[in-house]
Nanobody
């Protein structure tokens, strides 16, 4: 496993932007595929975006494609989620996740999780 610490959540008006950060521990960050998921009370954890260990391949849910961008910085052992044109429906706790192997859109494939960071979008 790898330890993950998320930051960057907050309150923003609809149409605004936020950038979430997920800092990973260890010296083997590049071998982990990374993902972002979100969850609201009473709902299943939802896939948002994922990125391969190399950073070459990225994946997005239909609901965020074109608005969100996932990226990673190997020098900082950090993965980012740039969220633009935020909508009220984006309000959720956002979780960073890591897995050994290829990127996945399924939460059950990820073995390491951050603590979550709250994103609240006001309408």
């Amino acid at each position: 496993q790898v330890q993950l610490v998320e930051s960057g959540g907050g309150l923003v008006q609809a149409g605004g932007s936020l950038r979430l950060s997920c800092a990973a521990s260890g010296r083997t960050f590049s071998i982990y595929a990374m993902g972002w998921f979100r969850q609201t009370p009473g709902k299943e954890r939802e896939f948002v975006a994922a990125i391969s260990g190399s950073g070459v391949r990225t994946y997005y849910s239909d609901s965020v494609k074109g608005r969100f961008t996932i990226s990673r910085d190997s020098a900082k052992n950090t993965v980012y989620l740039q969220m633009n044109n935020l909508k009220f429906e984006d309000t959720a706790v956002y979780y960073c996740a890591a897995r050994l192997g290829i990127a996945s859109t399924s939460a059950r494939d990820f073995g390491s999780w951050g603590q979550g960071t709250q994103v609240t979008v006001s309408s």
